[in-house]
Structures are given as C-alpha cells and as structure tokens.
C-alpha cells in the first residue's frame, strides 16, 4: 500500500504546491487569529480550502483545528469573548465583513458535528428543517423531493425511508451522523465543514460516513477535522497539519503523509507525540 | 515474557502484599459497618418523617371530617297560602319576602307544644341554623306550587347542636331504666328499688371527688398559712429591732397585711374543711336525697316521648324539671337515663336544649346529609352556613392573574439571560439579585405590594389583582430559575445543530431550545404556583384577610383566598370553626397535591431522551 501511494505521489510531487497556489480556492484564510478573551488560540493560519475536494484539519488535542473550521461558517460568534483577526474569503467576499448575514453564510457554508446531534424529531422534519426555514420548497411535493434526495445522498435513504415520521434520535449513531449530513446538505450549501464526524462511531460506521464524503465530494467542497490520520488519508486531498495553534504544514495529502516538510508533522504522523 | 510474569506475580506471594490484605481486610469490617449504620441513619429519618406525615393527616382528617356533613332536621310546615302569598299573586318578589322564619320557628315549636316561656321557646328556635329559613325559602321559591301544603322540609340545625350531635360537646351515656316507672304530673319520678341507684352512686362518687378537690385544697391552704406564720414572725422581730420611725410604720402596715391575709386564708378553710367533711359524709353515707348543681354531669330521664331533668335523687325516686312533657304517664312504658359528662356550665348547650334534640333524635327527624353549603358558599359568621366557595374563587382570580403575569415574564426573563444576555458584571448582578429574591421573605413582597400598588398606584383592596400581583413578584424568581435550568439542561449540541443549518438565534431558540425546556419550565411553573396557592402572609398586607361573604365575580372584587380562610378560621372561637378549619385545609392539600401530581406527570410525559 504504501509503495502504491509513494508512486502516485512520487508522480503528482513536484507540480502539487502550485497547483494549491493556482487553483480557485473556495475560502481562503489569510493571517488569520483567533483569541478566546486574553488567550490567543490561533496564530497567523493561511489556509486555502480547495473547492470540489476534502481538506482534513489534523493535529493533536487542542491545537486549533476545530477552532479554525468553526470560523469557516461563524460558528464562534457564539462564543463569548472570541475574537477573529485576519481574513477568511469565500469567493472573494469577507465572510468577516458587517455586511455579510451570517444566516446566509451558514446556508451556504453547512456543518456536521462531532457527535451526531439530530433534533428530537422525526426524520423527515430533521432534514426539512433547513429548506423550510430558508423558504427553499414553496409546497409539500417539493419538500418531499427535498427530502427523498438528500437522504439518497447521504446513502440513507433506504435505511429510513419506511419510517420518515420517526423521531431521529432513534437511529444508530452512525444512522444519526448520516441524517445529520443529510440534514446538512438539504439545503445545498457550497461547502460542509465536518467537525470530527466519525469520532463517536464505530468502524464500519466510519467507512460507510468516510464513503459517503468521498462520493459527497463531487458536488460539495469539504473541510474535515479529524483525529485519524488514517481517515485522513484516506478521504481528503489536502491535509493542514496544526499544532499549538500554529499552522505547520499545508499540503498534498500525498505529500503531507510521505514526505513532510517540517520535523514536527513527520513526528506528529509517526506517532512521537500528539 | 517469563520476567514480565516473575515481576507481575511478585508482588502476590511476597510478604508486604498479604501485609495490604490484611489491613484492607481489617478495615473492612469497619467499613461495612458504618455504611449499614449510614443506611440506619437514612432509614431511620424517612420513618420519622413519614410517621410525622401519617399523624398529621390523621389529625387533620380526623379533626376536619366531620365538616362535610352537617346536621339537619325535617319539619312539617304548613306553607298557608295567607302567611306566604296573601294575595296570591303567584309573583316570586312577593314570595321570597314571605316570613319564613316565623314558619320554621312556628312548626318547630309545634313539634314541642310542652315547651312554654319565652326563654325556652328562644332556646329551643336556637338549635336552628339562622341560615334555616333562606333553606325553607329556596324550597318553596324553586316549587311554588307547594304553598297550600304542608312540606317535609329538612333544614340546618345550629353549629351548637351539630357539634352536640357529633359528640363534640360531651360525652353522653344512655342507659336503659329497670322496670317500671311511674310519674306524677309535677315531674317525681319513681320506679324499683334501685331504679337510680346508678345515678344515685355516680353523685355520691361525684361528692368524693370533691370532697378530694376540697382536701387538696385544704392541704394548699395550710402550707400558704405556714409561711404567712413565718413571715409574720420575721416582720415582728424586725419592728422589735427597727430603729427609726418610717421603718416602724412600714413593718407594722406589713404586719398588719399579713394579719389580713391569715384571716382571708383561715375563713377560706374553714370553709373548707367544712366542705370537705360534708362532702366526705354525704360521699359516703348510703341513705337520704342528694340535689345535683350545675357544676356535675346532667341526668336526664326519657320516656313516653317526654324528658325530665333530674334535680334530687334517692335509690328509688328523683324529683325533676319537665323539659318536654310526656304523651302520657304511661307507666309501663320503656324509659332510660341519658348521662351528660360535661357540667352545664362548661358547655353552650342546656339541658333542655339537649333534652329536646334527643327527642328530635328518637322520632327520626334528625339525620347527617353532605354539607353542600361548605362547598357552595362564601364565608359566614355562623359556621354551619359558613363555605370555602367564596375562597376557593379568590384563590382562583388570584392564582389566574399570577400566572398570567409570572409565566410569560418569568420565561421571557429567564430566555434572554440564559440565551440573548451578554455575561458581564450587570448580568452577573442581575442574576445575583433574582436568586436572592428567592430567599426574600414572603410578607415583604406584601409590604411592597401595600406601598406601591395600593399606595402609589391606588389598586383596590382585597382584590385578587393586587393579591396576583404581588405572589407575581413572589414567583417569578422561583420560575426564572427553573427556567433557567430548563434551558441550561438542552445540550448545547441542540443549539449548535440549528445554528450551523443557519437558523437565525430566536429561531434556534424557539423552534428548538423552548420546545425541549418547556415542560421543565412548566414544571417549574406549577410548582411556583403551588407554592403561591399556599402562601398567606403577603396577601395579608393588601387587605385579603377581610371577613368577605360575597362569592368574588372578577379579579376586582373583594376577596380572600384558601389559605387566608384557614387562617381566619383557626383564628374563629367556635367549636364548629375546629372542624372547617381542618377541613379547608383538607381542601387546599387536595389541590397542592393534584398540582404538584400535574409537575410530575407533565415532567416523566415531556422528559425527551437524548
């Protein structure tokens, strides 16, 4: 396995860092510093989230990545005392500007969480949540189709189909987690920010959630955090590396697990510390 | 691998291993028991308060049973279309203002034609309820067609003669006579040898208590006189030793108190002893007539549908006093001795009033019915015609305008700091201030309401209004709170979820956050308000503890409220007010308990699992 991806990424190597340059990110985050009250969380992070592709945020506990995923959609403005500093773009516009309504940009910019969080109601109003508060289904059949197809989407659909009116809480947890992208993606946002969302499920699971992000990746741009390095290199194509809120390296996922630059990342993938 | 097993058994064999065994195993025995002693301790108190619990419902549903029944007598009465409708215009104005009362009275005293003399033709009227005529009245006003005939008509007896009759006054012994008796027309009674040889010992029994309450006295009397002696001998040696003139005088005006006082006690025992010795003679001599006084148990003879108080008694005769003459001196009729406990004087009851109720008792006319009026009324200063209604809608209003008030406001308040508010010093302050609220003594909210909404905003008294406004002020800390706790207990995940799908806050909030707090909130609520239902002390200040008869029609109206009622029952000299007393607080713990049932249930119905 590893000769296979030492190949491949062998091949890709040397254009790789600037085609990251040139490609049309879809947000990009530039010198970007959080501060929770007195305590600075984040220093300084560029980050570019490549459209139509899986960027994974890793790094040990506490190191920022969630910090930094949550000011992708203004998840923070909740937060008493955070404070944001720097720029974070979404298709050249200041997602940070006063201009910008913030219900709009989660509509747009859609979220799962760590642990899957559905609300206690039934399925089908989980997932009809979003399109009805936004307007986006003008009768019943419409929202229905809303509906049907984003649970296909999320591959749950067959699993739920036959009981739409019951609650979502009674799913498995790995159930949960898909209604939660499904529920996520009804309202087709440009990008998903995934917050560890396989870290309360089992393995397979895991695969199934990790199957879907790939298929997902057609038509989303995903930001995922997660503690797995191996689910990072399973599923995304670009990996930032972070550590004590610093932005180590940012990358190739390819090049990132087999060749990093910066002695840190080779000993936070090897397992030395984290 | 073997060292990591040599290592890893070690410990096991080696001697300071089984050295913690044994200390554990030492300690165990302790330990053990002093959980089952905790376990004591736990048991121990739940009992304790559960028997506290048990006495007290005991207590209160034994003492406050009896007021949801009340005594009542049928009686004939003619309704004379001359007395009610002289004109027979048929109209209920004219009807309703007919003398009732002189009907009720008039077939009452009809029943007992023996009874003469003003005095006890009042007496025996007053073991009616004054409340008896309106009941005669609302028969006839809700049937007119009866006046004409003559009614079966069952009205209240007064509080006295209720309490009489459920035996709260005194105890009453009935025996049946032996043999024969015969009457004569002026009321001496004779019958076997020993016909009152009963009551006969029960006097001379009652002669040697007092003669024992004369000796003890006499004792008394004699250790008073003792240290008068003594004192006498000290003044006199100190005006013997006095040197001056003033203390002379004040020694001999001391002295000559003292003297006083020697011969008051002296006369008093000798009137004592005096007593004592006849009481003691009489007590024990087996022969001659004794007079009974009001200050021993009462005897009463009933036969022949006729009662007679016994004054004198021998072993085979008594002299009495008619209290309701016989229908005949029927001699071979059945006769008993009905022994009252209680002397006359400690009771509100005569003899004869007694006597006259028994005989009501033995023709049948009297019997125990549910006391609607208690549930139907407002209050009175008669306990029989006295109800809970009129508090039971105070409580109502009141309860109505406070949780119309407190429920919107409490949660509003509670929403927006625990959502909207922003965590600086002033939210810190504020929230400081409602929990010390909680802890504010209630009549101080009475106070506030007094100064400002009866002083300052000129609120009528006695009104539920203010009564709502001030158990308003009263509960809302007691609903922010739990409210507050409601929103703190929905996973902030909840939150997050609705936020991230791009719900704007108030939509968060009241699409998903209220709907999971609300049944806590509500719980929350119900107890707030069981906890007003009950209080007292404030609605005391605004002026709701006025004596109120009027049924309330609106949160304006003058009224009082269930626990103020109870409050100005138990305050209440009569008898009769003991048993509504407990009863209305039977009232009030059925509805606390079926509100506070309501918290509980509406909390196990909403509870939402995550």
């Not at chain 1, 940070?96 to 642990?115: C, E, H, I, N, S």
């Not at chain 2, 509500?522 to 007292?536: H, V």
Request: hydrophobic share 45%; aromatic share 6%.
């Amino acid at each position: 396995m590893s000769d296979v991806t030492m190949a491949e990424k062998d091949a890709e190597n040397t254009p790789k860092p600037e085609k990251v340059v040139q490609a049309d990110p879809k947000m990009m985050g530039r010198k970007v510093s959080v501060f929770y009250g007195e305590k600075q969380a984040l220093f300084d992070v560029d980050i570019d989230i490549v459209e139509k592709q899986v960027t994974a945020l890793i790094g040990p506990s506490g190191c920022g990545k969630s910090t930094f995923l949550r000011c992708l959609n203004r998840m923070n403005d909740v937060i008493d005392g955070c404070e944001v500093k720097g720029s974070i773009t979404m298709d050249d516009g200041d997602i940070y500007d006063p201009t910008v309504d913030v219900v709009q940009l989660r509509a747009r910019v859609g979220m799962v969480f760590q642990k899957p969080n559905p609300f206690p109601k039934s399925i089908y109003e989980n997932v009809a949540y979003g399109p009805r508060i936004h307007g986006l289904a003008s009768n019943k059949a419409e929202m229905d189709a809303v509906v049907e197809s984003s649970l296909r989407r999320a591959s749950i659909w067959d699993e739920v189909k036959d009981r739409l009116d019951q609650p979502g809480t009674g799913l498995s947890g790995g159930q949960q987690q898909r209604l939660c992208i499904a529920r996520a993606i009804a309202v087709e946002p440009e990008v998903i920010l995934m917050d560890e969302p396989c870290s309360a499920l089992d393995p397979i699971a895991t695969a199934k959630i990790e199957e879907l992000i790939d298929e997902l990746r057609t038509n989303f741009t995903i930001a995922i955090v997660t503690h797995s390095m191996q689910q990072a290199a399973r599923v995304s194509q670009k990996t930032a590396f972070f550590h004590l809120g610093n932005l180590v390296e940012y990358g190739e996922t390819e090049t990132l697990f087999t060749n990093p630059s910066d002695e840190r990342t080779q000993g936070y993938i090897t397992g030395r510390f984290g | 691998m073997t060292d990591i097993t040599k290592n890893g058994s070690a410990p096991l064999g080696a001697p300071g291993h089984q050295g913690i065994a044994e200390v554990v195993a030492k300690g165990l025995k302790k330990r053990y028991a002093a959980e089952r002693r905790f376990r004591m301790y736990g048991l121990v108190a739940i009992g304790l308060a559960l028997l506290i619990l048990l006495v007290l419902f005991t207590t209160i549903i034994s003492n406050g049973i009896g007021a949801f029944f009340q005594s009542k007598v049928t009686l004939d009465v003619p309704l004379e279309v001359s007395e009610i409708d002289p004109d027979q215009t048929g109209d209920l104005d004219v009807i309703g203002k007919a003398n009732y009362r002189g009907l009720v009275f008039g077939s009452l005293r009809a029943d007992f034609p023996g009874v003469s003399g003003r005095s006890n033709r009042r007496a025996l009227t007053g073991l009616l309820s004054s409340g008896s005529d309106f009941e005669l009245r609302s028969i006839v006003l809700d049937n007119p067609d009866l006046i004409g005939t003559t009614v079966q008509a069952q009205v209240s007896l007064s509080d006295d003669a209720d309490m009489f009759l459920k035996g709260n006054m005194t105890d009453v012994e009935v025996s049946a006579g032996d043999g024969t008796l015969a009457m004569t027309e002026d009321g001496v009674l004779s019958g076997g040898v020993y016909a009152f040889g009963n009551v006969f010992i029960d006097v001379k029994a009652e002669f040697a208590r007092k003669a024992d309450e004369a000796e003890n006295s006499i004792a008394q009397n004699q250790r008073q006189l003792g240290r008068i002696d003594e004192e006498l001998a000290v003044t006199a040696s100190r005006l013997e030793n006095a040197d001056d003139e003033a203390q002379k005088t004040t020694y001999a005006d001391t002295l000559r108190n003292l003297e006083t006082l020697k011969a008051n006690v002296n006369a008093s025992l000798e009137k004592l002893t005096s007593d004592a010795t006849d009481f003691r003679t009489r007590s024990q001599s087996d022969a001659g007539e004794e007079t009974l006084d009001q200050s021993m148990p009462s005897y009463l003879v009933v036969t022949n549908d006729g009662v007679f108080k016994i004054l004198t008694v021998t072993r085979d005769k008594v002299t009495t006093e008619i209290v309701s003459p016989p229908s005949s001196l029927d001699s071979s009729a059945d006769w008993q001795i009905v022994k009252l406990q209680t002397p006359e004087t400690d009771r509100r009851l005569t003899d004869k009033q007694i006597g006259w109720l028994h005989l009501m008792q033995d023709r049948g006319q009297i019997e125990s019915a549910i006391n609607s009026a208690f549930f139907t009324t407002g209050d009175s200063r008669e306990p029989e015609l006295a109800g809970i209604w009129g508090a039971a809608v105070g409580s109502f209003w009141t309860l109505m305008v406070t949780l119309v008030l407190s429920f919107p406001i409490g949660v509003m308040a509670a929403v927006y700091l625990e959502e909207f508010a922003p965590k600086n010093k002033w939210t810190d302050l504020i929230e400081v201030n409602i929990n010390n609220l909680a802890a504010v003594p209630s009549i101080v909210f009475g106070l506030l309401g007094l100064a400002v909404f009866l002083n300052v905003f000129g609120l009528p008294r006695s009104a539920p209004v203010v009564g709502g406004l001030v158990l308003t002020l009263m509960t809302l800390p007691t609903i922010i709170i739990a409210s507050r706790a409601a929103l703190k207990s929905v996973p902030p995940s909840i939150r997050e979820a609705a936020l991230g799908m791009g719900a704007s806050r108030i939509q968060a909030m009241t699409h998903h956050v209220l709907p999971l707090a609300l049944p806590g909130m509500l719980t929350g609520t119900i107890i707030g308000m069981a906890q007003a239902l009950g209080e007292t002390a404030p609605l005391l200040m605004i002026g709701m503890v006025a004596f109120i008869v009027d049924i309330p029609g609106g949160p304006t109206d003058p009224a009082t409220v269930l626990p103020v009622q109870i409050f100005l029952w138990a305050d209440a000299p009569e008898r009769a007010f003991v048993e509504r007393t407990s009863a209305a607080i039977m009232v009030l713990l059925g509805f606390l308990i079926t509100m506070n049932m309501a918290a509980v249930f509406l909390r196990k119905k909403f509870e939402t699992r995550w």
